[in-house]
């Protein structure tokens, strides 16, 4: 037995370096693979947004056996006032060899939506009823500014791509009817006003 275990001392010896070996390299193997995967650069994506939304919504009815006077009228106020702004800067989206580039998207918003429905059933008159009045004001001075640089260095770099928007939006819907069995005065009237001022810009700078 003795003489059977000193001729494999040897063939142990061999294994256990080998293994120590590998021991000792896995931890430098696993530092390379992250190196590797940091070459993939995944690039700059900015969105950037200000949004400003209003909505409205009226429902009014009169049934009446007599008269229907200054009743059921609907009135809706919307007014929307933005200074902000949104800024943004991109550099070496694109560096590495699979870059994604810079990509930017940059959004000011504002909308306004008003329903109004109005009814009116009188057996005698209506007077000053059943109107629909609507106001929507709008005002940005705000702007959209983004720099963008070095997007596609190397050979997939995917460059740069700039998106910038400025949008007023107003909408307004308005449903009036009268029934009267003698007379309909000032009444089921639709009136709207909508007014949209922008001072704002769009600057983009690529390189």
Request: contains cysteine; proline residues 1%.
């Amino acid at each position: 037995m003795m003489f059977t275990l000193n001729n494999k001392k040897p063939l142990i010896i061999a294994v256990v370096a080998v293994v120590t070996f590998a021991l000792f390299l896995s931890p430098t193997l696993a530092v390379n693979d992250v190196m590797a995967k940091e070459k993939k650069n995944k690039g700059n994506d900015a969105d950037q947004d200000i949004d400003q939304g209003q909505s409205s919504r009226q429902n009014a009815q009169c049934v009446s056996g007599e008269d229907v006077i200054a009743s059921c009228n609907n009135l809706s106020f919307q007014d929307q006032d933005n200074e902000g702004n949104n800024a943004a800067g991109q550099q070496n989206g694109g560096d590495n060899k699979k870059g994604k580039g810079n990509d930017g998207e940059q959004e000011i918003e504002q909308d306004q939506d008003n329903k109004q429905n109005s009814q009116c059933v009188a057996g005698g008159s209506i007077a000053a009823s059943c109107n629909n009045l609507s106001f929507q004001d709008q005002d940005n001075e705000g702007n959209n500014a983004a720099g963008q640089q070095n997007g596609g260095d190397n050979k997939k770099g995917k460059g740069n791509n700039g998106e910038q928007e400025i949008e007023q939006d107003q909408d307004n819907k308005q449903n009036a009817q009268c029934v009267s069995g003698e007379d309909a005065i000032v009444s089921c009237n639709d009136l709207s006003f909508q007014e949209q001022v922008n001072s704002g810009n769009n600057a983009l700078g690529q390189d």
